[in-house]
Structure formats: structure tokens, C-alpha cells
């Protein structure tokens, strides 16, 4: 469905994490794209980059949502930059815009819904439950939408104009693009005061952010004369609102420390609430058209480090935050590090317990000194992540290197786990599983190797849960 220059209904689709050009800094450290609430992509159908010839208006929370601008004041969950990254919709294109012209974008995604369709609010005895749109031209003869946030992309065909006649309580009026949104958020408060929900209530600057909760300015347990736009919240939303709001807050008040621009890195925005959650500390210069990162390793040292990713939920750190926080990475029992290379991926994954360095090898891990090594290697860098973060990275790695190992043994034989966290102890599995070509079989004690039903392929039932093995490996655990 395409009103003017912006296509309303695109097909959402992906990318692979190659950072657009950043309109808000790139690699001049103002930090904008640390510090600000969101950042905002335009999605392109030809080889324009104007932002009126847009296609699509994305954003981009901390972490790894995405959201649409759909009008009427809805944002909608998408997957598009993750599939333009990743080549699945490779005939688009999309980069990084500022706030102003986002907001330049979703004016215009609004016109073009005002400009194209009539807005209709359909109530049942008198109480609107549904805002439909159908469109000016009738020779395009295309169907009615329903607009809401729980429609495919925010709207979706609808049949409720038909049913009119039949349902004697129904009622239809005709109202300006406005109206139909002040509905939609009326619609959206009934709907949360009829819930059981908890959480306190968010509120508002303006009517029509109540669409959007994450442009709640606070969470407040009930609403106080002054606040006069409100939504009921769950506790799990409470939650979240309340430290994305702290967040927010902290990275207006926050500032350089000694010539650095100091962030704590976490998992979830939620961890953020208590900055000791952070599982790593970066920091850049601020001085400089050529930034240099690092990371936090111990009092005085800092460790080469690169940009943190666009999914990274991070907090600026003042001093005494900065104290607080690396004192608690120093006070952990291990530290988890992996150190990449700019020109050839993976170089270690590493584990520290006090100043001893261990490398991930297989299944275990074994003394080394790569970090010794790091001042002679320009293109090494070192990220931190915890323990589960760690956990995975290992998984993904022994997964990878004993598939290639052992790719051309007649059988190829698998261990499976009760649960991942148990990969990495051959001793805790509770099958053993053998394959040849397509063939599946699974040893069942004395009853020797029998065939797995369709439904416990490995990839199906035992995800993440598997590792292959040696020949000898299985001989030890079925014997």
C-alpha cells in the first residue's frame, strides 16, 4: 500500500551488523550515538538517500529490537535492518539519520496516511473499538485496514465495514487522521485499566505518546493531578520503563572523566538500574577525530577495544560510578575476555582469575599469555562479556571446530546434554547419538543403536544441547 513517496506497507527485511555511516558522529566523538534515547534509520526501494524518498523509518532501542513507524502515532516490532543486514533483502538499502530528520520522516509517513485514506471510527454501543482506513481512490479498489499495534506492520484487511448492517449496537463515524489516533489511544488506556495489571502508570508529555510507551517521561505509582496523559503499566513494563527512563536521565547529567568519556556495558537496559551489573567497562578519548577505545582490565591498565555494537546497552559513568563499577568487575572470581583480530576474527577466549590467563582449547581451559601479546598486534582488540556470554561464545566455537574435525569419519557421533550449561562436561550427557548421511540413530543400552524417530533430529529437539564427538569419546560414554 503506497501513499506518495513513502511506501506505507513495504515489506520489512534485514542487514548483517556493518555500522552505516553515522550521521550523529560517525567516528567524531561527540557521543551522540552513545547518548541518545534511540537511533533512527531510513529504509530506501531505489538508489535516492533523500530522506523524502524514504520507504520505511526504523529505530532502533539499545539491544537488538527494531520498530517501525507505522502512523498514527504506532511504533511496531520489524525485522528489517537485521534482514538487510543479512542480504535477504538485498534490492534495499538504508542509513543512519538524525532526529530531525526522523521526525521529518514520520511527519511525512503521517501526511501520507491524512493525504490518501479516510479515517473511520467504528464504535459499539458508543464505545469505539476499532479505527478502520479506506482508501480516497475507489478505483484501486483495495480492501479496508484496521489500524492498531497488534496488526501485521500496524495494520491489516478487515471486514468490520461489511458487518456494519449486521450488527445493530455497531456505529460508524468519519473523522479527520487526528481523531482516528486520539481513538486509537483512548482505545489503548480502556484496554489497560481492564487489566490486572500492577505496575504503577506511565506518563506522558502530549495524548498521543500514550502509543508509545517507551516516550514516558515516568513511572509513577498512580497519576497526580498534574500528570495528565497516562497509560497503566505491568510490573514487568514498569520495569523496563523505569530503567530506560534512569537510564536516559544519567546520560544527559553524565560528562569526561580525566580527557575520557567513561560507559558501563550490560545484557539487558533493566541492569542498568544498578551500574554494578555492568559485565565491562570502555572508554574513549574525546579530544580526538581518531577515537581510541579501550577497555577496563585492572587500576592503570586499559586494553585496545573498539566502538561498542548498536545492540549494546550502555551507561555513561561519572567518577564516583566509575569507582563503584570497576571495583566490582576487580572482585569477581573470574573475568571473561575474547580477543578478536580487525583482519582475521577470532584470536582467544580467555578467562582470568586474578592475573591468571586461561584460554578456552576444546572443552577446557589451559594456561596462556595472550594478553602479553596484545601491545605488539595493532589489529587485536578485546571485548568483555560474562559468564553465560562466554558460556555461549565457547559453545559456538567447540561446535564449529569438532564439526570440521571429524566431517569425513564414516559416522559422525554426538553427545546431548540435559542442559547447556552442562556442554562442557562429556561425563553429564544423557544420550549419545550417531549419524550416517541422513540416517539417525541413538544408543539405547543393551538394545545397541536404534533408529531416532523424525521428531528427535538433533537440530529439532536437542538444540544448543548437542556437541560432536569422537569415536573414542562415544566408546568411553556407552560403555
Same mark, same amino acid.
Given at each position: 500500500?503506497?501513499?506518495?513517496?513513502?511506501?506505507?506497507?513495504?515489506?520489512?527485511?534485514?542487514?548483517?551488523?556493518?555500522?552505516?555511516?553515522?550521521?550523529?558522529?560517525?567516528?567524531?566523538?561527540?557521543?551522540?550515538?552513545?547518548?541518545?534515547?534511540?537511533?533512527?534509520?531510513?529504509?530506501?526501494?531505489?538508489?535516492? @538517500?533523500?530522506?523524502?524518498?524514504?520507504?520505511?523509518?526504523?529505530?532502533?532501542?539499545?539491544?537488538?529490537?527494531?520498530?517501525?513507524?507505522?502512523?498514527?502515532?504506532?511504533?511496531?516490532?520489524?525485522?528489517k535492518l537485521y534482514r538487510l543486514d543479512s542480504g535477504r533483502d538485498w534490492t534495499d538499502d538504508y542509513r543512519a539519520v538524525t532526529e530531525?530528520?526522523?521526525?521529518?520522516?514520520?511527519?511525512?509517513?503521517?501526511?501520507?496516511?491524512?493525504?490518501?485514506?479516510?479515517?473511520?471510527?467504528?464504535?459499539?454501543?458508543?464505545?469505539?473499538?476499532?479505527?478502520?482506513?479506506?482508501?480516497?481512490?475507489?478505483?484501486?479498489?483495495?480492501?479496508?485496514?484496521?489500524?492498531?499495534?497488534?496488526?501485521?506492520?500496524?495494520?491489516?484487511?478487515?471486514?468490520?465495514?461489511?458487518?456494519?448492517?449486521?450488527?445493530?449496537?455497531?456505529?460508524?463515524?468519519?473523522v479527520a487522521p487526528e481523531a482516528a489516533t486520539e481513538a486509537l489511544v483512548r482505545m489503548e488506556q480502556r484496554q489497560r485499566e481492564g487489566?490486572?495489571?500492577?505496575?504503577?502508570?506511565?506518563?506522558?508529555?502530549?495524548?498521543?505518546?500514550?502509543?508509545?510507551?517507551?516516550?514516558?517521561?515516568?513511572?509513577?505509582?498512580?497519576?497526580?493531578?498534574?500528570?495528565?496523559?497516562?497509560?497503566?503499566?505491568?510490573?514487568?513494563?514498569?520495569?523496563?520503563?523505569?530503567?530506560?527512563?534512569?537510564?536516559?536521565?544519567?546520560?544527559?547529567?553524565?560528562?569526561?572523566?580525566?580527557?575520557?568519556?567513561?560507559?558501563?556495558?550490560?545484557?539487558?537496559?533493566?541492569?542498568?538500574?544498578?551500574?554494578?551489573?555492568?559485565?565491562?567497562?570502555?572508554?574513549?578519548?574525546?579530544?580526538?577525530?581518531?577515537?581510541?577505545?579501550?577497555?577496563?582490565?585492572?587500576?592503570?591498565?586499559?586494553?585496545?577495544?573498539?566502538?561498542?555494537?548498536?545492540?549494546?546497552?550502555?551507561?555513561?559513568?561519572?567518577?564516583?560510578?566509575?569507582?563503584?563499577?570497576?571495583?566490582?568487575?576487580?572482585?569477581?572470581?573470574?573475568?571473561?575476555?575474547?580477543?578478536?583480530?580487525?583482519?582475521?576474527?577470532?584470536?582467544?577466549?580467555?578467562?582470568?582469575?586474578?592475573?591468571?590467563?586461561?584460554?578456552?582449547?576444546?572443552?577446557?581451559?589451559?594456561?596462556?599469555?595472550?594478553?602479553?601479546?596484545?601491545?605488539?598486534?595493532?589489529?587485536?582488540?578485546?571485548?568483555?562479556?560474562?559468564? @553465560?556470554?562466554?558460556?555461549?561464545?565457547?559453545?559456538?566455537?567447540?561446535?564449529?571446530?569438532?564439526?570440521?574435525?571429524?566431517?569425513?569419519?564414516?559416522?559422525?557421533?554426538?553427545?546431548?546434554?540435559?542442559?547447556?550449561?552442562?556442554?562442557?562436561?562429556?561425563?553429564?550427557?544423557?544420550?549419545?547419538?550417531?549419524?550416517?548421511?541422513?540416517?539417525?540413530?541413538?544408543?539405547?543400552?543393551?538394545?545397541?543403536?536404534?533408529?531416532?524417530?523424525?521428531?528427535?533430529?538433533?537440530?529439532?529437539?536437542?538444540?544448543?544441547?548437542?556437541l560432536p564427538i569422537s569415536h573414542e569419546e562415544m566408546e568411553r560414554l556407552v560403555s
Amino acid at each position: 500500500m503506497s501513499s506518495g513517496n513513502c511506501t506505507v506497507n513495504a515489506v520489512p527485511r534485514p542487514v548483517m551488523l556493518i555500522t552505516p555511516t553515522d550521521p550523529l558522529g560517525g567516528d567524531h566523538m561527540d557521543f551522540a550515538r552513545e547518548l541518545a534515547d534511540f537511533r533512527y534509520y531510513a529504509v530506501f526501494k531505489g538508489a535516492s @538517500q533523500r530522506v523524502e524518498d524514504a520507504a520505511m523509518l526504523v529505530r532502533k532501542p539499545q539491544g537488538y529490537d527494531e520498530e517501525e513507524y507505522a502512523g498514527h502515532g504506532l511504533w511496531v516490532d520489524t525485522d528489517k535492518l537485521y534482514r538487510l543486514d543479512s542480504g535477504r533483502d538485498w534490492t534495499d538499502d538504508y542509513r543512519a539519520v538524525t532526529e530531525a530528520e526522523a521526525r521529518q520522516l514520520r511527519a511525512q509517513i503521517d501526511a501520507n496516511w491524512a493525504a490518501n485514506w479516510n479515517h473511520h471510527v467504528i464504535s459499539a454501543d458508543g464505545v469505539p473499538f476499532a479505527v478502520v482506513v479506506t482508501h480516497k481512490d475507489a478505483r484501486r479498489n483495495l480492501r479496508p485496514y484496521r489500524i492498531g499495534r497488534y496488526e501485521h506492520r500496524g495494520f491489516g484487511q478487515t471486514d468490520l465495514l461489511d458487518r456494519l448492517p449486521d450488527e445493530q449496537a455497531w456505529s460508524v463515524e468519519d473523522v479527520a487522521p487526528e481523531a482516528a489516533t486520539e481513538a486509537l489511544v483512548r482505545m489503548e488506556q480502556r484496554q489497560r485499566e481492564g487489566s490486572w495489571f500492577s505496575g504503577g502508570y506511565a506518563v506522558f508529555h502530549t495524548l498521543a505518546d500514550v502509543l508509545d510507551l517507551d516516550s514516558a517521561y515516568a513511572v509513577v505509582p498512580r497519576p497526580a493531578p498534574e500528570h495528565e496523559f497516562t497509560a497503566r503499566l505491568s510490573e514487568q513494563e514498569a520495569r523496563r520503563l523505569t530503567a530506560l527512563i534512569d537510564l536516559r536521565r544519567a546520560k544527559k547529567q553524565v560528562g569526561p572523566v580525566d580527557g575520557h568519556q567513561h560507559f558501563a556495558l550490560f545484557n539487558r537496559t533493566e541492569d542498568a538500574a544498578d551500574p554494578r551489573n555492568a559485565h565491562s567497562v570502555v572508554r574513549s578519548t574525546v579530544d580526538s577525530s581518531l577515537p581510541k577505545w579501550e577497555m577496563f582490565l585492572r587500576q592503570g591498565e586499559w586494553l585496545s577495544a573498539v566502538r561498542p555494537s548498536d545492540q549494546t546497552p550502555l551507561l555513561p559513568l561519572g567518577a564516583a560510578d566509575l569507582d563503584a563499577v570497576t571495583a566490582a568487575l576487580m572482585s569477581g572470581e573470574h573475568r571473561y575476555l575474547e580477543v578478536r583480530s580487525r583482519e582475521t576474527g577470532p584470536v582467544a577466549l580467555l578467562r582470568l582469575t586474578g592475573t591468571t590467563e586461561e584460554s578456552a582449547v576444546d572443552l577446557g581451559w589451559e594456561p596462556s599469555e595472550i594478553l602479553t601479546r596484545l601491545p605488539g598486534e595493532e589489529s587485536w582488540f578485546v571485548g568483555e562479556v560474562d559468564e @553465560q556470554g562466554m558460556e555461549r561464545r565457547r559453545y559456538a566455537s567447540a561446535l564449529l571446530r569438532r564439526s570440521v574435525r571429524f566431517a569425513e569419519d564414516e559416522y559422525r557421533y554426538f553427545a546431548v546434554f540435559p542442559t547447556p550449561d552442562l556442554l562442557f562436561d562429556l561425563a553429564r550427557a544423557v544420550l549419545v547419538v550417531r549419524r550416517r548421511g541422513e540416517a539417525q540413530e541413538k544408543f539405547a543400552g543393551l538394545a545397541g543403536w536404534v533408529p531416532s524417530s523424525p521428531d528427535e533430529h538433533l537440530d529439532r529437539k536437542y538444540l544448543g544441547r548437542y556437541l560432536p564427538i569422537s569415536h573414542e569419546e562415544m566408546e568411553r560414554l556407552v560403555s
